[in-house]
């Protein structure tokens, strides 16, 4: 397990890296249309089928509390264009 920066986040998030679907709400992971790989989850949206992506185990840099998913698709979007 490592934490990482979320690019994108001005270093305010970190994710797990090696997070798995244990680690995630299985309502959300379960199907053939979601799969995990180095602890972010890439499923198709149901609603218009465009992919989205989200980081399943995130937490505040420098804190020990987990959080719950993050977009990953929102902070990729904004890589960049945010001055924190």
Do not use: C
């Not at 679907?21 to 465009?50: E, K, L, M």
């Amino acid at each position: 397990m490592a934490w990482v920066t979320v690019p994108g986040s001005g270093g305010i998030w970190e994710y797990d890296n090696a997070a798995t679907v244990t680690d995630t709400y299985p309502d959300s992971a379960d199907g053939a249309n979601s799969v995990i790989s180095g602890g972010i989850r890439t499923y198709t949206h149901p609603s218009d089928s465009r992919t989205v992506q989200v980081y399943i185990k995130t937490r505040k840099a420098g804190e020990i509390k987990e959080r719950g998913e993050l977009s990953k698709t929102f902070y990729d979007s904004t890589s960049g264009h945010i001055g924190f």
